[in-house]
């Protein structure tokens, strides 16, 4: 099973809206609505930011939002802040009760 | 409130085999599988394997086919995971998580260091 495919990088300016891509295929992210976005500061655990694609978990701030159309799946965070700064992993079941996360994003707060 | 619990961090030599546990709180055990994930340093998240904490069922990543061993103990909400035969390469933070489909709640993590 492949990881799926992320940006390794993206940044913008407090305020800015940014977006973070994960390409999977058929058989992960465009087979299956079970998507899920993963905040991690360093040195600490994954934090789940979305859910089901486009779900959020009670207190993440509504700046945080996701999509998916076909096999890549979108992070967009509006209204960057500081706090954001962070590194954001894609995750997909991928059937037979497997499970594959992408490369990883850096989000820079310039 | 949920909470997954997990032990210290570990030094072992190569060759050697490690068990990290993992103690759940907060929620109904058997409810809810239990996946590890694993993250070198540096790098990025990498799936390792589940285990339904309801029937004992297991499903391991291809790669660690062999070597690992997924584990749960219903009458203390714990979860365990070895891994044998380490590798240099094995040195990680290895985290487990409730639920396969979305991981939502993590443990803090167990840093495994393989060196002779």
């Known amino acids: 099973q492949s990881a799926l495919t992320q940006p390794r990088s993206v940044s913008g300016s407090p305020g800015q809206s940014v977006t973070i891509s994960c390409t999977g295929t058929?058989?992960?992210?465009?087979?299956?609505?079970?998507v899920s976005w993963y905040q991690q500061h360093p040195g600490k655990a994954p934090k789940l930011m979305i859910y089901?694609?486009?779900k959020r978990p009670s207190g993440v701030p509504d700046r945080f939002s996701g999509s998916k159309s076909g096999n890549t799946a979108s992070l967009t965070i509006s209204g960057l802040q500081a706090e954001d700064e962070a590194d954001y992993y894609c995750?997909?079941?991928?059937?037979?009760?497997?499970?594959?996360f992408g490369t990883g994003t850096k989000v820079t707060v310039l | 409130q949920v909470q997954l619990v997990q032990s210290g961090a570990e030094v072992k030599k190569p060759g050697a085999s490690v068990k990290v546990s993992c103690k759940a709180s907060g929620y109904t055990f058997t409810s809810y599988g239990i996946s590890w994930v694993r993250q070198a340093p540096g790098q990025g998240l990498e799936w390792m394997g589940w285990i339904s904490a309801y029937n004992g069922n297991t499903n391991y990543a291809q790669k660690l086919q062999g070597r690992v061993t997924m584990t749960t103990d219903t009458s203390t909400s714990t979860a365990y995971m070895e891994l044998r035969s380490l590798r240099s390469d094995d040195t990680a933070v290895y985290y487990c998580?409730?639920?396969?489909?979305?991981?939502?709640?993590w443990g803090q993590g167990t840093l495994v260091t393989v060196s002779s």
């Open positions: 998580a409730r639920a396969l489909t979305t991981p939502d709640y």
């Open positions: 995750c997909s079941y991928a059937g037979s009760y497997t499970l594959v």
């Open positions: 089901d694609v486009s």
């Open positions: 058929s058989s992960d992210v465009g087979g299956y609505n079970y």
